[in-house]
């Protein structure tokens, strides 16, 4: 099953970066993470040289939609206890993992990595669809240069009238940021 999180990386100057990603887990352990990074993703090249990093289940949907179109994104977090790297506040739960075996032969790398610790830090609150279709609309916000104009038109006014019926301000918030870089795109 692929699970859509964030993961923080350390890059070479020693700060913090973060950027959804969506690894396939092991379950119901969450022993093992396989992250498929495209070869262009910072992340991906963090996690090369480093083979170290945090994923995290988070339910704070701002957090993927600034990090998805490259907004700053001001949010705490702790550093790791078992890895070199940083734990984000906002989270169900994160997991600490090292890198254990790197595949760069195909288009999407293939980086396994295994967990060696697990924070709890909130209780998980229920569906929310505004939440999904904001993830929604971040994905597509990755892939506004792969994609047709209009079928991304299309897809954002069928998740607007989601986030329309079931928001929260931090949703509607985050659906904004995505919606406004739609239209500069
Ligand atoms: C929910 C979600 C899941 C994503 N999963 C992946 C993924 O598994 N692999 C990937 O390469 N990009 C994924 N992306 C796209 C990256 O987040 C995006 O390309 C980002 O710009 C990569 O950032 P980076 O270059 O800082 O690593 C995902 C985006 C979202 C919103």
Known sequence: MILEGLVTTVDESGAMHLAPMGPIVDRPDF???RFRPYETSQTGGHLRRTKQGVFHLSD??????RSAIGLPVATSSTPAESVTGFVLVSCVRAFEFEVDSIDTSRERHELTARVVKVHHRAEWIGFN????????AAIL??????????????????????????????EEHAFALLDDARRRR
């Open 31 to 33: 022993q093992s993470l």
């Open 60 to 65: 704070n949907v701002e957090l993927f939609a």
């Open 129 to 136: 669809r505004a939440k999904h279709a904001v993830l929604e």
């Open 141 to 170: 916000a990755t892939r506004f240069h792969l994609l047709p104009a209009d079928e991304i038109d299309r897809e954002f006014d069928r998740l607007r009238t989601i986030v329309g019926k079931t928001a929260g301000p931090t």
